[in-house]
């Protein structure tokens, strides 16, 4: 390479150098803008906060009060509100060891997917099994119980809200 070919180059390195710093200017420019907004609307961010988590749970312990009304549907949206009741997935208890066997001995046929190889049950494929099949091996599905739905269907603001309040933090 010649000396004027790297001049050449240091001379682009320069001007690539210059471009980032303009463009880092700007972009803390936006910052300062972004944190100034942050802050002259901080306390009404952090009240509308309070207000929207106080609505939540009066709605979630009216919901609540009322699961005769989500028999069926067990949801409803409401203004873009999902509100209602969701069944819980639960989860198989019960002693492994004991259910391995009861597997084998009941159901030998299904071993290879509800067992794995390392002799332990597989909850996932267990949960296909119904109430008597699992008393068979001396396993329940606990948790079933249901719980109630309070979803607002975008989280954008949620995640707006999240970034503002960080934000904030940041100068605090």
């Known amino acids: ?6 001049r050449h180059l240091a001379d682009l ?15 803390e420019e936006i910052r300062d803008l972004r944190r100034q907004a942050v802050r002259a609307k901080i306390k009404t ?37 999902k509100i209602g009741f969701r069944k ?10 004991a259910a391995v066997a009861r597997i084998r001995k009941h159901f030998p046929e ?7 190889t390392r002799d332990s049950i597989n ?10 099949q699992l008393a068979k091996i001396g396993l329940v599905i606990a948790e079933v119980d249901d719980e109630v739905v ?8 949620d995640r707006l809200v999240d970034a503002l309040l960080a934000e904030d933090g940041e100068e605090g």
């Not at 509308?48 to 028999?71: G, I, N, Q, T, Y």
């Open 45 to 81: 961010l952090k009240n509308c906060v309070a207000k929207v988590s106080a609505m939540r749970e009066r709605l979630r312990a009216a919901v609540e009060a009322a699961p005769h009304l989500f028999e069926s549907p067990r949801t409803r949206a409401i203004d873009g509100i």
């Open 1 to 6: 390479m010649t000396n004027k070919e790297m």
């Open 110 to 116: 299904q071993a290879a997917a509800l067992i794995r």
């Open 13 to 27: 390195c320069r001007a690539y150098a210059d471009a980032r710093d303009s463009l880092e200017e700007v972009t």
């Open 150 to 157: 309070v979803a607002a269907a975008s989280s954008d603001l």
């Open 88 to 97: 819980m997935p639960g989860r198989v208890e019960g002693d492994e060891a």
């Open 123 to 132: 909850r996932v494929a267990l949960k296909n099994l119904d109430g008597k």
